[in-house]
């Protein structure tokens, strides 16, 4: 989902809180999710997005239609006394007719700066799970240090966070052993034709690695993966918008229509301990 040049239409992105959601939208989205990946019926999927701070939702400028999405989810712990924070980002679905596009890049770092903005220098690192290799990728391409990788070593602090958000969120279907999330039963999987790794792609280190790490991806498995979001650790193309995002910060917006940016209800606190 991070190859190649634009070549579809033109895409811009928003931000709703789920709840904000119309029900012939929530279809779309469910619609383009089953698309994409096998064994994720109906109520886990409304489940899972009903949890979230909040929807980014990728549309054609043109039609308005919904041609992607991604969901957050706003997570607090702390580490040897010090206090974390974290996006993790559940769902995310980019039409196939709009890859090349980087528009949900740009707007889902858009969104992580206005929460940095909101912190007061509190750490904010995105919590990322992988169950293919396109998106670990996306951990290179929006960042210059990141975690697990090929080659370095986790760091014990990052290693210790990355422990305490993913089994705050997973409990005991997070292995820290290994790094990876293995539920009971199947949680949704990639089709098939989406799970192959092309010839190409073999050989990039960055997915030799991934593959190492999470041999039963295919099965639905999932790798865990932080990395701070800070300015000077995003690399070009999510560094603009990044910054973009910290003057904004997180308004408090009614739950109606579309908003630039959005992470809350109103009457809820920003972070989640669960």
Not at 246 to 259: E, I, K, Q, R, S
Request: proline share 9%; net charge positive; charged share 25%.
């Amino acid at each position: 989902m991070t190859e190649g040049l634009p070549t579809g239409p033109r895409l811009r992105g928003t931000s709703v809180h789920p709840l904000a959601l119309t029900r012939a939208q929530v279809d779309r989205l469910y619609s383009l999710l089953i698309r994409h990946y096998d064994h994720t019926p109906r109520p886990v999927f409304e489940r899972d997005l009903y949890e979230k701070d909040n929807v980014i939702l990728i549309r054609d400028e043109v039609t308005g239609g919904v041609r992607g999405f991604s969901t957050q989810k706003l997570m607090s712990a702390e580490v040897d006394g010090t206090p974390v924070r974290a996006v993790f980002s559940g769902d995310t679905i980019i039409d196939r007719s709009c890859w090349g596009s980087q528009e949900l890049v740009k707007a889902f770092a858009r969104y992580c700066g206005a929460v940095e903005a909101s912190l007061g220098g509190k750490p904010l690192y995105w919590f990322l799970i992988s169950k293919g290799y396109r998106t670990y990728l996306y951990l290179p391409l929006f960042f210059r240090e990141y975690f697990p990788r090929f080659d370095a070593p986790t760091p014990e602090f990052e290693q210790r966070a990355l422990d305490a958000v993913a089994a705050m969120k997973f409990g005991d279907c997070y292995r820290p052993r290994t790094g990876l999330i293995e539920f009971p039963t199947c949680q949704g999987q990639l089709k098939p034709e989406l799970a192959e790794v092309p010839k190409g792609r073999v050989d990039d280190p960055r997915v030799k690695y991934f593959l190492e790490r999470n041999p039963r991806y295919a099965q639905g498995v999932e790798l865990a993966c932080i990395g701070r979001l800070t300015p000077d650790n995003l690399r070009g193309l999510c560094r603009r918008p990044y910054l973009e995002g910290m003057g904004t910060a997180l308004p408090p917006v009614p739950l109606a229509g579309p908003v630039v940016l959005r992470s809350r209800r109103p009457s809820e606190s920003l972070w989640s301990h669960a």
